[in-house]
C-alpha cells in the first residue's frame, strides 16, 4: 500500500513540476494558430492588394502557412522540455524515411513549382489533360483541381500535369474553328460554296480578318467534303460554332443542296436456283 502510495505522490510532483511547461505548451498552441491564421490573411490581403496571380498566392499561402505550422510545432516541444538537438536528429531520420516513402507527394510538390513558376496555365484557363478537359480551378501544393464541362471535379497530381502533354484553349485570344460540310455529288459545289460564306459573313462573331475559307478538302465515297475555315475570338467561339452548324444544314437544303449520308448498294441473289440445279446433276 504504501508502494501504491509512493508512486502517486511521485506521479503528481512529476505532474506539478511538468505544469507550467504543459501551461506554456497549450497557450503556445493557442496563440500560435491564432498568429498563423492572422500572418496567413494579412499576407493573401497584400497579394490581393497587388494583384499578384491567383494561383502564386494560393500556392504562397499553402507553403506559408505549412512552414509557420512545423515552426509552431517545434516550439510546443520545446516547451515541453524536449531537447532540440537530439529532436533534429530524430527529425532528420524521419525526414529522410518520409522522403522515401512520399517520392509521388515530393514529385507532386515539385511539379506545382515547376506550374507556377512556368504558368503553361492559369486558374481560369479551359485545359486538356491526362484525358480530361474544364476549368482550372485550384493548383494547390500537390494537385491541380480542374471543373469539366458537366461541373465534376478532377483532381490531378501536378507530377503528371509538369511531366505531360497539356493542351491549353485560354491561352490565345482568338481560335480557328475547321469544319467539314458535306454535300451529295449531285450538288453544285459553287452554290454551297456562297451559302456558307454568306452564313460566315454575317455572323459578327467571325473574324474577317483573316477570311474565312471553304474548300474542298476530300472526295469521299458517298459525298464531296467541303472544309469551312474561320477565327473567333475566344469567348464567343462556340457560340459561333454551333450557329453555324444548324445554320449552314437549313440554308444549304433551302438553297438546294442535299446533304448526303452513308449509302449501300445490297444485291440479293436466290440461292435456290442453284440448289435446283445441282439436284438437277446430280
Given at each position: 500500500m504504501e508502494d501504491i502510495e509512493n508512486y502517486v505522490n511521485l506521479l503528481l510532483e512529476k505532474i506539478v513540476a511538468y505544469l507550467p511547461n504543459i501551461?506554456?505548451?497549450?497557450?503556445?498552441?493557442?496563440?500560435?494558430?491564432?498568429?498563423?491564421?492572422?500572418?496567413?490573411?494579412?499576407?493573401?490581403?497584400?497579394?490581393?492588394?497587388?494583384?499578384?496571380?491567383?494561383?502564386?498566392?494560393g500556392f504562397t499561402i499553402n507553403i506559408l502557412n505549412v512552414g509557420l505550422k512545423i515552426l509552431l510545432f517545434i516550439?510546443?516541444?520545446?516547451?515541453l522540455g524536449v531537447e532540440t538537438t537530439s529532436f533534429a536528429a530524430i527529425l532528420?531520420?524521419?525526414?529522410?524515411?518520409?522522403?522515401?516513402?512520399?517520392?509521388?507527394?515530393?514529385s507532386n510538390f515539385a511539379g506545382g513549382v515547376l506550374i507556377i513558376l512556368l504558368k503553361p496555365f492559369r486558374i481560369g484557363d479551359w485545359i486538356e489533360a491526362q484525358g480530361v478537359s474544364g476549368s482550372v480551378e485550384e493548383i494547390s501544393l500537390f494537385y491541380t483541381h480542374i471543373i469539366t464541362f458537366n461541373n465534376q471535379r478532377a483532381v490531378i497530381p501536378n507530377g503528371e500535369l509538369s511531366n505531360n502533354k497539356v493542351i491549353?484553349?485560354?491561352?490565345?485570344?482568338?481560335?480557328?474553328?475547321?469544319?467539314?460540310?458535306?454535300?451529295?455529288?449531285?450538288?453544285?459545289?459553287?452554290?454551297?460554296?456562297k451559302v456558307l460564306m454568306d452564313i460566315m459573313e454575317r455572323d459578327e462573331r467571325i473574324d474577317k480578318d483573316p477570311a474565312p475559307q471553304v474548300f474542298v478538302a476530300e472526295l469521299a465515297d458517298s459525298s464531296v467534303n467541303l472544309s469551312v475555315r474561320f477565327w473567333a475570338k475566344r469567348d464567343v467561339f462556340w457560340g459561333a460554332h454551333f450557329d453555324f452548324m444548324e445554320n449552314s444544314k437549313i440554308e444549304?437544303?433551302?438553297a438546294g443542296v442535299s446533304l448526303p449520308f452513308p449509302q449501300r448498294d445490297l444485291n440479293f441473289f436466290d440461292m435456290s436456283k442453284n440448289k435446283d440445279e445441282e439436284s438437277k446433276a446430280s
Open positions: 501551461i506554456g505548451a497549450i497557450l503556445a498552441v493557442i496563440i500560435g494558430l491564432w498568429l498563423i491564421k492572422f500572418i496567413t490573411k494579412k499576407v493573401r490581403r497584400i497579394m490581393e492588394k497587388r494583384e499578384i496571380d491567383p494561383a502564386i498566392r516550439i510546443v516541444i520545446t516547451k532528420a531520420a524521419a525526414g529522410l524515411a518520409v522522403g522515401l516513402a512520399l517520392q509521388g507527394s515530393l491549353n484553349y485560354s491561352s490565345e485570344d482568338r481560335r480557328k474553328d475547321a469544319i467539314t460540310v458535306g454535300i451529295s455529288y449531285d450538288s453544285d459545289i459553287k452554290t454551297a460554296r444549304l437544303e433551302a
